[in-house]
């Protein structure tokens, strides 16, 4: 299993599949990057020194800006970089719950009886992005996971991309966030 990953090969950072120790190193292209402090896994480390006010590049793409230089190593987060979208002052989150709650009796579903008299279902992997420029991102997990395990035996796999989700505030927020629900 992969422990990192760098995602675009303009990308500045790395993601971390596990949690990593002040001190470990991970060697990537021939260069070896000894982490700084203690990152937890999700989170990016720098793949070279950034500047500060330098843009901060992860899916090829900048997606915020050093807030003070960032050492080759070092953990990135909100601590250290800002977004680069301007003009949002104010930002509250006002979720609307739904009232009903279904009771078992009324959920429906298709089942099949196996052999063994076992119920079962379709047993499909499905990959949706929260985001449109992750897509190509999608698309690969699902490559990766077909070279490296094979035959999943499991009826299908499917990536539902889309082009939104990126920067959307307000009700078009809420239509994609429908949509994807």
């Not at 090829?60 to 003070?68: D, E, K, Q």
Request: glycine share 6%.
């Amino acid at each position: 299993m992969k422990e990192f990953i760098k995602i675009n090969e303009r990308d500045n950072v790395l993601i971390v599949l596990r949690d990593y120790l002040k001190d470990e190193k991970i060697l990537l292209e021939d260069k070896e990057i000894t982490i700084l402090e203690d990152v937890l896994k999700g989170h990016k480390i720098a793949l070279q020194d950034i500047a500060q006010n330098e843009d901060v590049i992860k899916y090829g793409m900048p997606i915020g800006h050093a807030l003070s230089d960032i050492k080759m190593g070092e953990w990135i987060h909100t601590h250290n970089t800002k977004t680069n979208l301007k003009d949002l002052n104010n930002y509250s989150y006002s979720p609307e719950f739904c009232e009903k709650i279904l009771k078992t009796s009324e959920r429906k579903i298709n089942v099949y009886k196996r052999k063994n008299g076992d119920v079962g279902i379709r047993n499909e992997l499905w990959i949706v992005p929260t985001v449109g420029c992750v897509n190509g991102i999608a698309q690969r997990i699902k490559e990766d996971l077909m070279r490296e395990i094979g035959d999943l035996k499991i009826d299908n796999i499917n990536v539902l991309t889309h082009n939104y989700g990126c920067s959307q505030l307000g009700e078009d927020h809420l239509n994609t966030r429908t949509i994807l629900q």
